[in-house]
């Protein structure tokens, strides 16, 4: 066994793992990680490739603060709002925010977690591939780890462990087992299969660049976000049973003629659909809610590890991202009390991240089945002809979560008023003109006090 005194061991080097190691080296801390994979920097990997994350301000100030953001830059693509394909081929766009300043931006998983490994490892920190967790004593901080290739398993010892190790966390595995420990999954009866839209000839967009495309088909959706290189990282969600699902599509022909009839826009786009879609393996997805999301001063869970989300509102990743933030400014108020960190990091952060699960559940529905409503649509017109109006009051619940780092908790309840209010005077008009606006003023000033920007 080898012993480590003052280490801080991080399990995962998925995407919050570096960027913690890279605050906490900063704080004069020294880390070690711990990931499963081999080098992505190395070796090919498939699953996961050519996923696309959009990320928001949440996301970007903890990277801006890690002093990461400005290079990044390079590798984003900022996305105005969303681009609806209807089944006829008809588009139809959706701004996210109010401006060109309020943009979501679009990046390839697998290039933000390269720059974050490359930005760890140039500070000193040294990441042990194929080393996978295998348990804990939570106790004594002993970690046992086994080496992926041979299957071999040796004991380090830890003197504080945080567990980024996503969604199915060996960590919390351990928890699990210890007595009072709450923990629920809740999978969605819907998959996801990951396919690609190749750059148009000399590298441009085949699509318009700067959206969000989504293909939204009632109970299920195609979606599409750019990528530098002029391709589109595409995902398909569909259930895995029943009418419209995965199950049903069991052949090359299957897949194109669903694909030709849901989505013919995108077919044409596509010259490796089929060889994409038997390539690349169906994913689940599950939201978890789990606590205590520590044990004594010793071990912590972080991000997905704590609480995954399912993907519709964009904001897993600026959620685990956000978590760094908040547990570094706690590390900066009581120094490296870790039990009183860690506590205080569970008190701050549990219901905000139980308000955003149901958000991204709620935002999948959204997403499937209302943006190709012309009702939906107007309702969202509306809340921008409100925010207008009442910038400190009326914020839309998008904005709120995307644009603002007010408190998931805040979108959360804000935004039920906000949708019943909406509800009432949106009821019988059609146009922004008709908007009954002393009763507008009435319901805002009576139930919106307020709201602290930052
Ligand atoms: C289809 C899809 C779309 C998404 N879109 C968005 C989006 O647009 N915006 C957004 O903000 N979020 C999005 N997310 C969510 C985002 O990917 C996750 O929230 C984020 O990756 C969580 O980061 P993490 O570091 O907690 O976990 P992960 O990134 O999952 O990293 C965990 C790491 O731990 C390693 N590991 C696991 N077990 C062990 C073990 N036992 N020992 C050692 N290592 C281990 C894994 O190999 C991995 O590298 C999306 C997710 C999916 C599936």
Redesign the pocket.
């Known amino acids: 066994m080898t012993q480590k005194t003052g280490t801080i061991t991080l399990?995962?080097?998925?995407?919050?793992?570096p960027?913690l190691a890279l605050e906490l080296v900063k704080r004069g801390f020294q880390v070690e990680i711990?990931?499963?994979?081999a080098d992505m920097r190395r070796v090919q990997m498939s699953a996961?490739r050519s996923?696309?994350?959009?990320?928001?301000v949440r996301?970007i100030h903890a990277l801006t603060q890690a002093g990461l953001w400005n290079d990044m830059q390079k590798i984003v693509i900022p996305m105005k709002g969303r681009m609806m394909h209807s089944a006829t081929s008809e588009i139809t766009f959706q701004p996210y925010g109010r401006n060109e300043s309020e943009v979501?931006n679009?990046i390839s998983?697998a290039d933000l977690?390269i720059a974050l490994m490359n930005a760890v490892e140039e500070r000193g920190v040294k990441i042990h591939f194929q080393?996978?967790?295998?348990g804990i004593d939570l106790k004594s901080g002993v970690l046992e780890?086994?080496e992926e290739k041979t299957g071999e398993t040796h004991s380090v010892a830890a003197d504080v462990v945080i567990g980024?190790?996503?969604?199915?966390?060996?960590?919390r595995?351990e928890m699990l087992k210890r007595s009072r420990f709450n923990f629920s999954q809740q999978y969605l009866d819907y998959g996801?299969k990951?396919l690609t839209i190749p750059a148009a000839p000399g590298g441009k967009h085949a699509l318009e660049k700067n959206a969000l495309h989504i293909w939204p088909r009632g109970n299920y959706m195609l979606i599409a976000?750019p990528n530098v290189d002029g391709t589109f990282a595409c995902?398909l969600f569909l259930p895995f049973e029943g009418k419209d699902s995965f199950e049903q599509l069991p052949t090359r022909a299957a897949v194109l003629e669903f694909f030709q009839l849901q989505f013919p826009d995108a077919r044409a786009l596509m010259p490796d659909l089929v060889d994409n879609f038997f390539a690349n393996p169906v994913?689940s997805?599950v939201t978890i809610r789990c606590s205590p999301w520590y044990f004594e001063g010793k071990a912590l869970l972080?991000?997905?590890?704590?609480h995954?989300?399912?993907?519709f509102?964009?904001?897993?990743?600026?959620?685990?991202?956000e978590?760094c933030t908040v547990l570094m400014e706690l590390l900066g108020q009581h120094g490296a009390d870790w039990n009183k960190v860690f506590s205080e990091f569970e008190r701050a952060r549990k219901e905000n991240t139980d308000a955003i699960a149901d958000l991204a559940i709620e935002n999948f529905v959204e997403m499937r089945d209302r943006v190709g409503d012309p009702r939906f649509l107007f309702r969202k017109k509306m809340e921008f002809a409100l925010q207008e109006k009442y910038p400190q009051r009326f914020v839309p619940k998008y904005s709120m979560v995307t644009f603002l780092r007010v408190p998931y908790t805040t979108a959360l309840k804000r935004g039920q008023v906000q949708d019943r209010m909406l509800t009432e005077l949106c009821e019988h008009i059609d146009r922004i003109d008709d908007l009954d606006w002393k009763k507008a003023e009435r319901l805002v000033d009576s139930e919106l006090s307020p709201l602290e920007l930052q």
């Open positions: 399990i995962g080097a998925g995407l919050t793992g960027l711990y990931e499963r994979r996961g996923i696309n994350l959009a990320l928001s996301g979501i679009s998983r977690n080393k996978r967790c295998s780890l086994q980024c190790d996503g969604s199915a966390s060996a960590i595995g996801y990951e976000l995902i994913g997805m972080l991000g997905d590890a704590a995954a989300i399912v993907p509102f964009g904001q897993g990743i600026n959620c685990g991202f978590d």
